[in-house]
């Protein structure tokens, strides 16, 4: 099969995807407890101004009806009003996800550049001391939940050292750079962790494998056989890994977001969850879904690249 083939085979299976994830998001946002009226008008409010409320929303409508209109919304591309804030949620997705998207790039960035050359040498030096040594200070790292990474590195880094902010965003793209480093590095731990092993196991069969031993029966240079026998063929099982470990980012976006106070589409999702804003809840998990969805794509492509045999 031809990439051009693959590709559009990978294409058409988002359909399906994207259908499903529609009717998830519809339903679980509704199943979540109290409902938009109570949250805009109070506790107190008159049985007469939530129905009001209820029909301005289309809440008062059947489910099918709602779930019909639901989806004309979203291939529109208007995704409604913000309840709360009254401001269209397509501008607060403009608004808040570029935000989290630079923050998970960022951390993406940061783990890959901590855990691939640390895998080489955890391989390289396999059962010594660098091995052993990098395996347990990366364990430490794993098992720590985000929240407790992200509030140590905020009271050291940022509070008692003050090198970094506490919070906030900054103005202008390098200071943008320099507020998210701090939630970057937490996000990345756990993912470095993670890739680190996953790459150091990978690096140990490929070293073993015949092709290998036959590059340097041949005399081919250490480096030609360590980028072209070694490093991409261990890539590829990383590679899906690293691209699954996507979502897992976004999540651990929605904490870390909160813990340091950026105004990112995770604080705003936790924010819109409390005030059962129904509008901004679908419209920021239907974009995150799209988001790790091209990147499933993505990584599919670069691992047909990395290996033909997966385009068969």
């Known amino acids: 099969m031809s990439m051009t083939a693959f590709l559009g085979r990978r294409l058409l299976q988002l359909v399906p995807t994207l259908i499903f994830i529609l009717i998830v998001v519809f339903v679980l946002v509704r199943l979540l407890p109290g409902d938009p009226a109570s949250a805009v008008l109070g506790d107190r409010a008159l049985d007469a101004d939530v129905e009001r409320i209820n029909r301005e929303l289309g809440l008062d409508r059947s489910l099918p009806v709602q779930f019909v209109a639901f989806v004309k919304q979203v291939f529109t591309g208007n995704l409604g009003n913000s309840i709360s804030m009254k401001i269209p949620v397509t501008q607060l997705i403009a608004d808040r996800l570029p935000i989290t998207m630079l923050l998970t790039f960022m951390a993406a960035v940061i783990a890959v550049v901590m855990a691939v050359p640390l895998a080489f040498v955890a391989a390289l030096r396999r059962d010594r001391l660098e091995d052993s040594a990098i395996r347990g200070a990366f364990q430490v790292g794993l098992s720590m939940p985000v929240f ?52 150091r196991s990978a690096i140990i069969g490929v070293v073993d494998a015949e092709y290998v031993t036959f590059a340097r029966a041949k005399g081919l240079r250490a480096n030609l056989i360590l980028f072209r026998h070694i490093l991409r063929n261990a890539l590829i099982s990383t590679l899906a890994l690293f691209g699954l470990s996507i979502g897992t980012l976004l999540g651990g976006a929605v904490i870390t977001e909160t813990v340091f106070a950026v105004p990112g589409a995770g604080r705003l999702m936790v924010d819109s969850i409390y005030g059962r804003d129904y509008p901004v809840v679908q419209g920021l998990t239907i974009a995150l879904a799209v988001l790790v969805s091209v990147t499933f794509l993505l990584t599919d492509i670069l691992q047909a690249w990395l290996d033909p045999r997966v385009t068969k």
């Open 148 to 199: 407790y990474v992200g509030l140590i590195l905020l009271t050291v880094f940022g509070a008692k050292l003050r090198w970094f902010p506490v919070g906030g965003y900054g103005d202008g793209f390098l200071d943008h750079l320099y507020h998210l480093f701090l939630p970057a590095v937490t996000l990345a731990l756990s993912l470095s962790a993670i890739l680190m092993r996953n790459l």
